[in-house]
């Protein structure tokens, strides 16, 4: 069965990197989108990033536009997202996600997600 | 610029009543529209999307319904394992979520 795995999450000064990776199984990540979507402490769901399947179409949120860089590893079905210039309100969990594209994109499958915390 | 809204924020209901949750877009997104669940600690749940499908496994007291802009997630008879957060998302365009209704046990 599908299966997301996140891992990568941690404490972070302000202004520095992380890289997050998604481990996929049970289904190629080429042939699905794939998102980022992340909830800060208490608030709700934020999307954050998308990748398309076959050519690998990147698509962003404005808040993380120029900041944020999602990628995926086809040979190791992993999903990435390099977070670059971290602001305190990039704080949240981050859930990767396995798109249905319908118009746009729902997800029906998520990972458990992992804690990014940015403080200094 | 496209903004979803839930409501109520807060739903209290008694297990084994009807509970009726609310979500509007502020333009139309046809029936492009799904239902997740959230639970403490756990990563979201899909319940319904195209406003109406079951997602596989989910029980059939989750009804949706709705289309364009005003859209309903129907709970009949609440259990206990249905108290949560649940969020309305539009994929229209680019996914958006709503704020969230938490559904609480009165």
């Known amino acids: 069965q599908v299966q997301l795995v996140e891992s990568g999450g941690g404490v972070v000064r302000p202004g520095r990197s992380l890289r997050l990776s998604c481990a996929a199984s049970?289904?190629?990540?080429?042939?699905?989108?794939m998102h980022w979507i992340r909830q800060a402490p208490g608030k709700g769901l934020e999307w954050v990033a998308a990748i398309s399947a076959d050519v690998g179409h990147e698509h962003y949120a404005d808040s993380v536009r120029g900041r944020f860089t999602v990628s995926r590893d086809d040979s190791s079905n992993t999903l990435f997202l390099q977070m670059d210039s971290l602001g305190t309100e990039d704080t949240a969990v981050y859930y990767c996600?396995?798109?249905?594209?319908?118009?746009?994109?729902?997800?029906?499958?998520w990972g458990q997600g992992t804690l990014v915390t940015v403080s200094s | 610029e496209l903004v979803l809204t839930q409501s109520p924020a807060t739903l209290s209901v008694s297990p084994g009543d009807r509970a009726t949750l609310s979500c509007r877009t502020s333009q139309s997104v046809s029936s492009y529209v799904a239902w997740y669940q959230q639970k403490p600690g756990q990563a979201p749940r899909l319940l319904i999307y195209g406003a109406s499908t079951r997602a596989t496994g989910v029980p059939a007291r989750f009804v949706g319904s709705g289309s364009g802009t005003e859209f309903t997630l129907t709970i009949s008879s609440l259990q206990s394992e249905d108290y949560a957060v649940y969020y309305c998302q539009q994929y229209s365009s680019w996914p958006l979520f709503g704020p969230g209704t938490r559904l609480e046990i009165k």
């Open positions: 049970g289904f190629s990540l080429s042939t699905s989108g």
């Open positions: 996600a396995k798109g249905v594209y319908s118009g746009s994109y729902f997800c029906d499958n």
